[in-house]
Structure formats: structure tokens, C-alpha cells
Nanobody, 124 residues
Framework: QVQLVESGGGFVQAGGSLRLSCAASGRTFSIYGTGWFRQAPGKEREFVAAIRWGGGFTYYADSVKGRFTISRDNAKNTLNLQMNSLKPEDTAVYYC?????????????????WGQGTQVTVSS
């Protein structure tokens, strides 16, 4: 099993920045891919960004490309999401997720492990 714990959410004004972190523990050697998803009230969970745990591959949703940066620190078993130029439509609960063998990185069903989520609220 893999345990994921997010941190770093909060309240920010439009145009501001936040940095989310996700600490992974347990059988982290089984992780191949990790990602961030978000879910706004009344909406389905949507893909934000993904990164191969060993590095060398990143993938972003069009809505965040150029504003968000996903990264990982394997030594610390940590996944990060730097969010800049935040917009009110970025308001959501953000979840980190890990997958053993993803084929469709944007598909939430490909990820076996999930964190509890952290709230991000962007005011206009």
C-alpha cells in the first residue's frame, strides 16, 4: 500500500500563487506515475497534471498549462504542484494520486492510491 498526504492548500486572491505538496509513504517503490486532480463543488473530478515518478515526463491539462508546474523529490518521496496566476475557476479540492502502471495519465481510474485532498480557494 501507498499512503499520500497533501498539504499547502489555502485561500488566495486571483493572480496569486500557492504550492501544494504530497508526501508519499509505504510501498513507494511500486509507484510509476503520480498526478494531481481537482474537484469543484457540483463538478466531476478532473485531471490537472501528472509526472513520472522517476522523472522525464510531465503532462498538463490545457486549463493549467503555463501556470502550474508539477515536480517531485524522490529523495523525500514528495510530489509538488506550484500554482501561479491563480484564477477563481481554480477553486477546488486538490487530490494527489499515484499509479503503478498508468496508460492514460489523465484518467482518474488509472490511479490506485489517493490522498485525502486539500482545499484551494481563489477569490476574485
Amino acid at each position: 500500500q501507498v499512503q499520500l498526504v497533501e498539504s499547502g492548500g489555502g485561500f488566495v486572491q486571483a493572480g496569486g500563487s500557492l504550492r501544494l505538496s504530497c508526501a508519499a509513504s509505504g510501498r513507494t517503490f511500486s509507484i510509476y506515475g503520480t498526478g494531481w486532480f481537482r474537484q469543484a463543488p457540483g463538478k466531476e473530478r478532473e485531471f490537472v497534471a501528472a509526472i513520472r515518478w522517476g522523472g522525464g515526463f510531465t503532462y498538463y491539462a490545457d486549463s493549467v498549462k503555463g501556470r502550474f508546474t508539477i515536480s517531485r523529490d524522490n529523495a523525500k518521496n514528495t510530489l509538488n504542484l506550484q500554482m501561479n496566476s491563480l484564477k477563481p475557476e481554480d477553486t477546488a479540492v486538490y487530490y494527489c494520486a499515484a499509479a503503478r502502471a498508468p496508460t492514460d495519465w489523465a484518467n482518474s481510474y488509472e490511479y490506485e492510491y489517493w490522498g485525502q485532498g486539500t482545499q484551494v480557494t481563489v477569490s476574485s
